[in-house]
């Protein structure tokens, strides 16, 4: 095959590990061996785009093992072309007394690695080490999120001619990358070997097939990258382009072979179908077994899943796998991949595939399975809820304090609890779906002297669901000044509903107040004070936007918003417009009204005391609870995890629903 000529000599010296293997040495071997080469880019000297020699173990590969060679200019600006009439071409010698820059020595021989691209380039692809569906980062890599491993390799890469690159937009239709090595019966003397390729890129849908070439016998393997994970679409083309990648399959073995050619397949776009990628970020030559794709971890599984470890490995066959759990050989499990059916809790474990064949044995790193289950801890500070008919809402207590009676000369609430703002207290409720209807009414008492000035922020938070964003909460405070009118806002899309009361609250005296809420298009938000109607506003907004926000009683985390000083009785939460005469029959009597509707009641009749704190990890799960081990069951719709509470009559046992899945430890090939 004709290659390009022209090369740039290195005078840089580099180092390979090689471990010895006692089956290799029994047939008379003089040794086995691994190596990587790993292509760098020069992005402008960009520290943030260039280079990653590797720094830890990549894909099987040891730090020692890997070959980090020449940087290869992007380009770009300060780093544009220098070779004519188009692309780069590098070489480097690599033997057993070069090192430094990057390089490991070799155990024995001396290679010749002479390579060509059209440019170098990063790429945003990490594998694993990052979040699917698209596993990459964007762009730099963040500070302090450094690749480490698979993602130091995947960073950069040799381009193709056609995929955005060199300079001058898509398309440019040049010859993709080659690689030519020679010397390699000087580092594999008596055993033949196998190549996997690794490629990543920064436009692409799929990556094309390479040509693996033994040029001592004219024998040419065709590999392929099977299955990458989808990207995440620019959206600037006619066709998919993302940042992607993965590992190949293997070559068959080559005996005897001095010399090897590498190239891609001619990559091509289709316009409105698909961009196939011909890139390069570097390759594993090795004749012992190298489990280039562990196992990765499962870390949550639910009871009843099916599970799919699988790895890859390369080397000379015949090659065997044997898994093991914890160390112990599990029996007749002798695949690439192990399943394991209808999870339970004794289904989890530390799991790896050791691979044999006649130059020595690999050990993949340790895939951890661990299956989930309710864990519970004691709870502390636990204001319980009282509410008669429906799911309980515990709060968890951070600083108030309980008082077993206030008495303002004419009014005296018994159990109340008191706040005090520079002690930064209140109580948060978790949220749940009750609390997130279209409807609802608040209702409590309350007694103070007036808001803490002294404080930053605005006013004296009663009550509150705190987004963190301007006009996007709810808010129900006690506003600055003599009279301490009661300040209330709703708001969504950055737009705040915002009224105030007519009457204040800040005399030292006890007074009730009951909040209405309706969501729907003609809906009103009607304030009562002291059991009569005291204000209206229209309302289109929901009072929890977006949902998902804990009830804070007291405080706010918004520090907008002060905290409340003063006291606070019966706090109740209705999941439904509360009529006038209900209002003040609360008012005067103390009715529940509409048990059925009313999902929460704080009345602090005790002190807060303790209870358990449940928490698991599968977000699915519904919670469920029961007076007795054989039920009734009864979901507790919108608990998240963790949930504190304090077991009563009809909440003794807990469990959690679960639909079970099948989870694959590795479902790309990369």
Known sequence: MKRPHGSINSSRNKKIACTVSAAALMLGVSTAATIGLHFQDNYCGSPAYSGYPVTVTAFGVETNGWENLL??????????????????TLNEVIDTTTSGNGLNPLPNGSLNVTWWGPTANCSGFGGYAFKPPHYNYGGAYPAGTQPTGEGEVYASFLRDGINFGPPGGPNNDQPGYWVDITGLKTLFTNTPFVVELIASADSMETLTNALIIDMTHSITNLVAYPST???ANVGDAPWVRGEGGGLSTASGPMTNADH??????QPQHVASEFNMAGTISGFIITDKPVVSMYPQSIPVAGPGDSILLSAYVIG???????????????????????AISNVNLASGGNFELVATNAYGAATSQVSTVTVDRIMQSAAFNVVYDSNPANPQHDGVNMGASWEASSSDGTVTRTGVMSFVAANTNGISVPDSLSFDAPTGSITFWMRSAGTDTSLGGSGGTLFCRATGQANNEFLLAQWDGAAGFLFFQVGKDGTANTFTSSGGVSDN????????????????????????????????????????????????????????????????YYGAVLSASQIASIYHTGALADTNDLQMQLNFTAAPGTGIMLQWNETSAVLQSAPSLDGPWTDLTGVTSPYTVAPVARQQFFRYRYV?????SNPYMM
Not at 71 to 88: E, I, K, V
Not at 533 to 562: C, F, H, K, M
Not at 660 to 664: D, E, G, I, R, V
């Open 71 to 88: 940087p290869m200019n992007t380009g770009y600006s300060s780093c544009q072309l220098t070779s004519a009439p188009f692309g780069y």
């Open 229 to 231: 994970p989808p990207v």
């Open 260 to 265: 090897i050619y590498i190239t891609s397949v």
């Open 316 to 338: 000379v066959p015949p090659l065997s796998y044997q898994w093991r759990r914890n160390g112990a050989t599990i029996p007749n499990a002798t695949n690439l991949t192990y």
């Open 509 to 572: 005296k006890w007074h009730f107040v009951g909040l209405t809420f309706d969501q729907s298009p003609t809906g009103v938000l009607e304030l009562y004070l002291d059991g009569a109607l005291d204000s209206t506003n229209e309302n289109s907004s929901a009072w929890s936007w977006p949902a998902g926000q804990p009830l804070e009683i007291g405080y706010s985390s918004d520090p907008t918003w002060r905290d409340y000083t003063g006291l606070l009785d019966d706090v109740r």
């Open 660 to 664: 079970p899945q099948s989870l694959a």
